[in-house]
T-cell receptor, first 112, second 112 residues
Framework: GENVEQHPSTLSVQEGDSAVIKCTYS??????FPWYKQELGKRPQLIID?????GEKKDQRIAVTLNKTAKHFSLHITETQPEDSAVYFC???????????FGKGTRLHILP | EPEVTQTPSHQVTQMGQEVILRCVPI?????FYWYRQILGQKVEFLVS????????KSEIFDDQFSVERPDGSNFTLKIRSTKLEDSAMYFC??????????FGPGTRLTVL
């Protein structure tokens, strides 16, 4: 089955700097890649997603890139703010409506 | 905006006892999911449910687990004889055709 690896497990960046989280997946049949933000004790919240027919997608300060050949995808957060502090999960799925396989998460700390 | 709801928010039980976790999906959604997150770990798929039957289940979803949609609004997860390792946050999710999954707030299950 699908396996999603995520790095780093912890990331600390100065407020205003950029943060990058990287993931790889194993199953070439996966074609939908959502990213979730989870605050302590809360539900995962979808922040951005990308389908396999697109190489890059941007939404304000958040962007995702996908390299299907290498089976890599990344999350980029620019101009980080204190409220960006949370755990971020990458995930993969065979379709937007299929089960979601999550990575292990990255705890992002935004330093003042 | 409609949301997935879950009850209870926290359930404490003794090992060996049965528990039922309840979810009310968004009203026009047709596909339902349960996920589990052990404290500090990633979110793991348990089971998907459509048209009153299980679509897919993971290795975690063994004979101790069952799901049911007893009426037009509720979706339940039953654990027949809880073990210590069942302690986790359990998230319900639902979706319409072809759309993203919406997660509920979760039920924290503590098995003593």
């Amino acid at each position: 089955g699908e396996n999603v690896e995520q790095h780093p497990s912890t990331l600390s960046v100065q407020e205003g700097d950029s943060a990058v989280i990287k993931c790889t997946y194993s199953d070439s049949a996966s074609n939908y890649f959502p990213w979730y933000k989870q605050e302590l004790g809360k539900r995962p919240q979808l922040i951005i997603d990308i389908r396999s027919n697109v190489g890059e997608k941007k939404d304000q300060r958040i962007a995702v890139t996908l390299n299907k050949t290498a089976k890599h995808f990344s999350l980029h957060i620019t101009e980080t703010q204190p409220e960006d502090s949370a755990v971020y999960f990458c995930a993969a799925s065979m379709a937007r409506d299929d089960k979601i396989i999550f990575g292990k998460g990255t705890r992002l700390h935004i330093l003042p | 905006e409609p949301e997935v709801t879950q009850t209870p928010s926290h359930q404490v039980t003794q090992m060996g006892q049965e528990v039922i976790l309840r979810c009310v999906p968004i009203s026009n959604h047709l596909y339902f999911y349960w996920y589990r997150q052990i404290l500090g770990q990633k979110v793991e798929f348990l089971v998907s449910f459509y048209n009153n039957e299980i679509s897919e289940k993971s290795e975690i979803f063994d004979d101790q687990f069952s799901v049911e949609r007893p009426d037009g609004s509720n979706f339940t997860l039953k654990i027949r004889s809880t073990k210590l390792e069942d302690s986790a946050m359990y998230f319900c999710a639902s979706r319409t055709d072809g759309n993203e999954q919406f997660f509920g707030p979760g039920t924290r299950l503590t098995v003593l």
